[in-house]
């Protein structure tokens, strides 16, 4: 009930941390692109397989941008759709089932809604079927103006490969809808040729399969450097549109593409063990903020899908100070280094818990489990809070304080 709310809103509050006053507002009035790409994980970024860049055009655009180097995804069963969950609402996905299709008639507070108020016109773009894990039905909730789904796009055999169309026609074609959009826009692009199980045509293999007894990541590669390409030539349209100098561009991973069921092909790759602590340190995926006129800068804080919301929405000058979100501004000074992972584990600056067992991270070797005890309570609350939101549909009983 309300009371239930009013003690979680209690600690919400108390964990909000002040935005960076040199970042508030640094996207003010500008269109916001954000761009989800499948399964893709930290692990391959400046990294070569055969002697070939997996991630040539990332590699570069981070240069040019802010680089979060420890940012992790939190998704659970619900895949991608845990992923946009966690970027619309700060909250956690649920540890069971997909909160899009189980929980699709709560109350939001939505990143899109907020920046609805705020002027924006807010849209997604995915080419794929709209009813796909009920996103039509969500989409409206969290108050999106538009969504580009299957019927928006030219879709045959030619522009087609594994799930659906592919990366390359699919920016392309969503230029054209980008064009027509009043500005200033919010437009979040899922991406698609980087789903098990990896697919490709041979014209779009840039680089070589890896060679090891798991098929699924040795084709990992090749399909992971095709978005790379698809999103290089994403963002020269955007030049040539005009578009790009008048946007802030976020790429992020949505979740992990090669499961635990691929370990041993994953140490060969990798050269080491995989231990739980590795495993845990696989959950990074990449984390871009590209800025017009802003200088690249490698950010190594612990964060995580939880904070985008009230990341981007600081970066367009919106105050997030009465919501209710478990995350946190990731360019604020005071950040505070820790992750919780939908399953409990959690990491900080100087930890990884995981399974039960206390890592340091210094060392990736099991430590004493004093050196963790003090979040193992603060994970449990995160989740536990974020859950009776959810399982009570507590937000439809908040009320903005007057300002
Ligand atoms: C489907 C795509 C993939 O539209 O977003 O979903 P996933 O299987 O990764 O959750
Ligand atoms: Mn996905």
Known sequence: DGNQLTEIENYTRAQYKEPSKEMFGAAKGKNLIVISMESTQNFVIGQKVNGQEITPFLN???????????????????????????????????????????????????????????????????????????????????????????PDYEVNEENSVGWG???????????????????????????????????????????????????????????????????????????????????????????????????????????K???????????????????????????????????????LLNLAGIDTKQDIQFGADMFSEEQDNFVALRDGSFITEDVVYTKGVCYDKATGEPTDGASCEPYIEHAKNELSYSDQIIYGDLLRFYEKDEE
Request: aromatic content about 16%.
């Open 165 to 271: 169309m592919k990366d390359m026609d699919f920016f392309d074609q969503s230029v054209e809808h980008l064009k027509a959009m009043p500005k200033p826009f919010f437009a979040k692009f899922i991406t698609l040729t980087n789903h098990f199980p990896f697919e490709l045509d041979e014209e779009d293999k840039f680089i070589d399969e890896f060679d090891s007894n798991s098929g699924t990541l040795n084709r990992y590669f090749p399909t992971v450097r095709y978005t790379d390409e698809a999103l290089k030539l994403f963002i020269e349209d955007l030049k040539a549109e005009g578009l790009y100098e008048d946007s802030i561009i976020v790429i992020y991973g949505d979740h992990y593409g090669i499961s635990e069921n691929h370990n041993k092909a994953m140490e060969q790759y990798l050269g």
């Open 60 to 150: 570069e655009f981070i240069k040019d941008s802010y680089y979060f180097d420890n940012f992790y995804h939190q998704t659970a069963q619900g895949k991608t759709s845990d992923s946009e969950f966690l970027l619309e609402n700060s909250l956690y996905p649920l540890g069971r089932g997909a909160v899009f299709f189980t929980h699709s008639g709560n109350e939001y507070m939505s990143l899109a809604e907020r920046l609805k108020e705020n002027s924006y016109y807010t849209a997604k773009l995915h080419a794929n079927n709209k009813s796909f894990w009920n996103r039509d039905v969500m989409y409206n909730n969290f108050g999106y103006d538009r969504f580009y789904s299957l």
């Open 273 to 311: 063990e995989i231990t739980p602590f590795v495993s845990t340190q696989l959950q990074r995926v990449p984390m871009i903020i590209h800025i017009p006129g802003h200088e690249g800068k490698t950010i190594s804080t612990v964060t995580g899908q939880i904070d985008l919301r009230p990341t």
